[in-house]
């Protein structure tokens, strides 16, 4: 599938739940979908090929702080909620058919369609951003929060026994790795694995396994990204 003849004949259109439900099980998320605010849909002659979700932000993010320098803080609760509502949207979904993906749609999707909500603020959470940073390509900027340092040393820990970054968000490859450790890597990583798990109460003498593994990543990769986009045509 040749990039430039496939991109030329996309069209991103206002969509529906019927778009979101077509693609649903291809996120990685629940795919259930509660409250919305828009759906975009990405189509190719008739079919659904890629969507996004906008639903309404949550009330409270310290890296919104952060990113609006305070803008939204040191109002009354009311007031606030008001204030976040009328000027803030939030990326919730973006999904790409398999067939198409690795042909920059998403970015494509974000960047063409965060304009047309026509709020001062688009913001977006992403566990997985580091690894597919897409947000990124279509002009949002990100912020991250710093990584607890015992999840800082299981990292290091991975990455000298071969387990380097991009792998974390696959349990079943990590997990062929780590059985295939020599001795000395394989006690070491064990260790290491312990000495983690002594932070998380009835987990703390998980057996080792594919369970263990899948624990252990989705608390190295729990720490989502906050992006945020500021659209200048429009006045807060």
Known sequence: MRKCSVTKK????AGGLDDYKKLAHYHYR?????????IFAMRL????????????????????NVATGGAFV?????TQLALIN??????????????????????????ETMPLMNVPVIEALAVMGSVNPFFERAGMTAYTAPMPTRCAQMSEAFSMAGVEKNMLIDPQKVQRTIDQLKQNESKFIELQIKHFL???????????GMERTRFVLSKLTERPTYYIWFNKEVRS
Do not use: W
Request: overall charge positive; aromatic content about 6%.
């Open 10 to 13: 996309l069209q991103i259109v």
């Open 30 to 38: 629940n795919s259930r979908l509660t409250a919305y605010a828009a």
């Open 45 to 64: 002659h008739n079919e659904t090929v890629g969507v996004i979700v906008y639903t309404m932000p949550s009330p409270g993010l310290e890296l919104r």
């Open 74 to 78: 040191g109002f009354d609760r009311a």
């Open 86 to 111: 009328k000027n803030i949207r939030c990326i919730s979904r973006v999904i790409i058919e398999p067939r198409f993906r690795c042909l920059g749609l998403a970015s494509r999707l974000v960047r």
């Open 198 to 208: 002594q932070s998380y109460g009835k987990r703390r003498n998980m057996p080792a």
